[in-house]
């Protein structure tokens, strides 16, 4: 499949076709875009995952939020199907196949688009998208480019060649976002990009989605006890999530402590060469953790199972800005987390949560265990989570100034519009 739009499918004819056919005339109806002249065309584009991860979800919030008196919003996914949770917004949903490590027809393809559907503005995540969208943006057509980056591990990643060719395309770029301060700086370090055009807009989570007083699961669904504690971590399997190391904690935690419970949510990704799956539940297995440790895979419910927390965890190695714990904290949890980037923007140690080092098996134990064994402690640290993500972490706030963004790359499309037929 070369191009294809929600319930418009194509069949790949060659690598450069490009080929759009009507399926359902009404469900294409639903979703045309309004192409008033006073509304700003975005394309939203991302390697599209099988699941909804953090920045799949920042993704679908702007999608979702994004003022409609404004803005004409649009999504596109390279190289995975689209997901399903998007399907329900009534906008253009589109695939972008890519076949090669780097596939040149890709780029071609986000060309057409954006000429085809008047884009205006590409807002690209990720480092690759944003390669990606280059073409389309800045030779082939005259539209603006945003580029929004989730991690400052990941711009570490890329090789000298893809260094340089990152530090001109950005040079270009018209807009330059960080999930967060640090991820912003590493931005302007490694790519020496304009503190004009640089700035960080923090991810925000719905405040009034995570409420306590819905109803939901309660721990007789999952076989919990009502007396048992229960610790909860988000994440899918891969390395960086160092899953293993919470189970060590936990199996050391269990020899001085009864009644607890571990609630691992999330899976593995398949296509992803990297999965920790095989050997976490085989570390459960031979550590007879199999009473203790209830693996849930992916699940939509989070609300509900946040509901069922005494306490989040988060162990990553490394991270962007992690969706979890702020939904966690949204929900009144107390949080306990390795001190690295993107955890320490979100934990202040001993106000909303504790803080350990990656690898301190027994710090980590002990962070739990004095969490779990005072009520009050949890509740006052719950208390601060609350206050502080309505503070900090507020979806209405991140969407704000994404607007703010797109008006302001906007009006200085058209104000240069103006002087050049002036």
């Not at 998208?129 to 073409?135: A, D, G, L, R, V």
């Not at 976002?177 to 004009?196: D, H, K, W, Y």
């Not at 419970?261 to 990297?274: C, H, M, N, W």
């Amino acid at each position: 499949m070369a191009v294809t739009k929600t319930g418009v499918p194509s069949s790949l004819r060659g690598a450069l076709s490009y080929d759009l056919q009507v399926r359902d005339n009404n469900r294409l109806a639903e979703q045309r875009m309004d192409r008033s002249k006073d509304k700003i065309n975005i394309l939203f584009l991302i390697f599209g995952g099988q699941i909804m991860g953090g920045s799949e979800r920042l993704v679908y919030h702007l999608a979702s939020r994004v003022n409609r008196d404004r803005f004409n919003p649009s999504v596109a996914f390279i190289k995975n199907d689209i997901l399903k949770e998007f399907i329900d917004l009534n906008i253009p949903l589109f695939e972008v196949s890519k076949t090669k490590r780097l596939d040149l027809s890709s780029m071609r393809q986000i060309s057409r688009l954006i000429k085809d559907n008047d884009i205006h503005i590409v807002n690209a995540h990720h480092f690759m998208p944003m390669i990606y969208s280059f073409y389309g943006c800045k030779v082939s057509n005259d539209a603006k480019l945003v580029y929004t980056e989730h991690s400052a591990w990941e711009i570490e990643q890329p090789p000298l060649f893809w260094q340089v060719v990152g530090s001109y395309v950005l040079s270009q770029a018209d807009g330059i976002v960080g999930v967060t301060q640090e991820v912003a700086t590493q931005l302007r370090n490694m790519f020496r990009t304009s503190p004009v055009k640089t700035r960080a807009i923090v991810n925000g989570v719905d405040l009034y989605g995570m409420s306590r007083g819905e109803d939901g699961l309660s721990k007789a669904d999952l076989n919990i006890r009502e007396n048992d504690k229960v610790i909860g971590i988000i994440a899918n399997f891969k390395p960086i999530k160092n899953h293993l190391f919470l189970l060590q904690a936990f199996r050391e935690l269990l020899r001085d402590c009864c009644g607890v419970k571990l609630l691992l949510i999330g899976q593995s990704v398949t296509g992803e060469s990297l999965s920790t799956e095989r050997e976490i539940r085989e570390f459960i297995h031979t550590n007879e953790l199999d009473q203790n440790v209830i693996l849930l895979g992916y699940r939509k419910d989070i609300p509900s199972l946040l509901r069922i927390m005494d306490v989040c965890c988060l162990t990553s190695s490394r991270e962007g800005l992690p969706m979890s714990l702020l939904e966690a904290m949204a929900d009144g949890l107390p949080l306990v987390g390795t001190d690295v980037e993107g955890i320490r923007e979100v934990i202040v140690n001993g106000e909303n949560g504790l803080l350990v080092k990656v690898g301190d098996v027994y710090g980590l134990k002990c962070a739990l265990m004095k969490l779990l064994g005072d009520d009050s402690l949890r509740a006052r640290m719950g208390q601060e989570s609350k206050l502080s993500v309505a503070r900090r972490f507020s979806l209405d706030r991140c969407v704000k100034e994404y607007e703010e963004l797109f008006m302001s790359v906007s009006f200085n499309e058209n104000v240069s519009r103006q002087s050049a037929n002036g």
